[in-house]
């Protein structure tokens, strides 16, 4: 049996058996569920799956929420980088890291079928950073599974020190985890070593500590919906940083205990209750009050 807690353990277990990360991953999760490595990897070609389905669905609906707030988003930056007479400055590639961000959470309004990675609420980040890129770089499956274990890895570690859950340790534990994961995915799939991914990861959570949970009227929707956007865009930021060589001055494990320490010491209104922050500024009262599903 593999039991690998902390990110320090299974980087001396990676270099001491001449693995990648993902190898490690996917060892430990064959260990850990008395299964075979192509079981393991079948089920994420599985998520993979969904998360295309996801992405495809999510752009193809335009309808608005239950709550008609949020919907057609993702569309409005796909038409923005398909139109030929605007000149966008960072390229094809940034739009729809965005877009399919946004367009998962937007599916996700709907009732739709996504992965939650880690949560329903960030389940943009991830497939946004992994397929966008695997798109416009035709990477193939394997490598995208390849990635998605570091992905699932880098979450499955940060969860055995705190719960990825927003009521719990607000926001950063749930889009700042996921940008924390795609920032190790897009840094495996960029061909970094183990010690670049780390940093990735470290890098981009960093970034995020002390994230609220201050949703409006308690839905999914604002700032959920779009903070996905921003953090798929996050995520190859730190991706890129760490790509060029740049170290977190602190190591990834120590940044989760930090992640956990903002956690405890957040404000409980500031933990998915809705009860400060967005959620009760005017314009957040307003709109909770107004909702026809409040009727
Ligand atoms: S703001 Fe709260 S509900 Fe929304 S994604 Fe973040 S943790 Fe989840």
Same mark, same amino acid.
């Given at each position: ?12 277990? !990676? ?14 999760? !064959? ?43 993702? %569309? ?19 739009? %729809?890291?965005? !877009? ?7 599916? %996700? ?91 990735? !990861? ?94």
């Amino acid at each position: 049996m593999i039991k690998l807690s902390t990110f320090a353990e299974v980087l001396e277990h !990676a270099n001491n058996n001449n693995k990648k990360l993902f190898e490690v991953f996917q060892d430990q999760e !064959a260990s850990l569920q008395e299964k075979c490595i192509s079981f393991v990897r079948s089920k994420l070609a599985e998520s993979l799956d969904v998360m295309h389905s996801s992405i495809k669905q999510g752009l193809a609906n335009k309808e608005l929420s239950p709550t008609g707030i949020v919907g057609d988003d993702s %569309n409005k930056i796909i038409k923005r980088y398909t139109n030929k007479e605007i000149k966008t400055p960072f390229g094809e590639l940034y739009g %729809n890291i965005m !877009a399919y961000a946004i367009a998962t959470l937007e599916e %996700n309004q709907r009732m739709g079928k996504v992965v939650a990675c880690p949560t329903a609420g960030s389940c943009g980040i991830v497939p946004a950073a992994l397929i966008a890129y695997s798109e416009k770089f035709d990477i193939s499956q394997e490598k995208q599974i390849d990635a998605l274990l570091t992905a699932a890895g880098i979450g499955k570690i940060i969860s055995f020190k705190v719960a990825l859950a927003g009521a719990i340790a607000g926001c950063q534990a749930e889009c700042g985890v996921a940008s924390t994961m795609a920032a190790g995915a897009l840094t495996e799939l960029m061909g970094g070593d183990n010690e670049k991914i780390l940093n990735a !990861a470290a890098l981009a959570l960093k970034n995020v500590l002390g994230l609220t949970c201050d949703p409006v009227a308690g839905l999914v929707e604002v700032p959920c919906i779009k903070r996905n956007g921003f953090s798929a865009i996050h995520s190859a930021t730190a991706s890129e940083m760490a790509l060029a060589g740049i170290k977190s001055a602190i190591p990834l494990d120590e940044v989760v205990d930090a992640m956990k320490q903002a956690g405890i010491l957040m404000s409980p209104l500031l933990k998915e209750c809705s009860e400060a922050g967005l959620a009760t500024t005017k314009t957040g009262m307003h709109i909770t009050n107004n909702l026809n599903i409040n009727k």
